[in-house]
């Protein structure tokens, strides 16, 4: 199972960036996706989550600013941050629970700063 998360970088507050996360070592498609992230000195915390139908749900903190999406076809998922915040900057993870494992990629840095 490989994870190979990409997209990040620097922003301005209010700014945008769409994460994206291809997939591969497993069935895509019938396996729900997760993006968590980790800020220096916290702990890793749940971003969002598609599952295979497509339905969502996100942490509160990003509600209505990030929207995640999957692509069947090309085992992949995106996070879309919008209206970023200091308070977003971290390591970007996307993650897979396949049953009896948990998997994650290295991650992507997002920065928020002016």
């Known amino acids: 199972v490989q994870l190979q998360a990409s997209g990040g970088g620097l922003v301005q507050p209010g700014g945008s960036l769409r994460l994206s996360c291809a997939a591969h070592?497993?069935?895509?498609?019938?396996?729900?996706m997760r993006w968590y992230r980790q800020a220096p000195g916290k702990q890793r915390e749940f971003v969002a989550h598609?599952?295979?139908?497509?339905?969502?749900n996100y942490a509160d903190s990003v509600k209505g600013r990030f929207a995640i999406s999957r692509d069947n076809a090309k085992n992949t998922v995106d996070l879309q941050m919008n209206s970023l915040k200091s308070e977003d900057a971290g390591v970007y993870y996307c993650?897979?629970?396949?049953?009896?494992?948990?998997?994650w990629g290295q991650g992507t840095q997002v920065t928020v700063s002016s």
């Open positions: 070592g497993f069935t895509f498609s019938t396996n729900g």
């Open positions: 598609i599952n295979n139908d497509g339905r969502t």
């Open positions: 993650n897979v629970w396949l049953g009896v494992k948990d998997y």
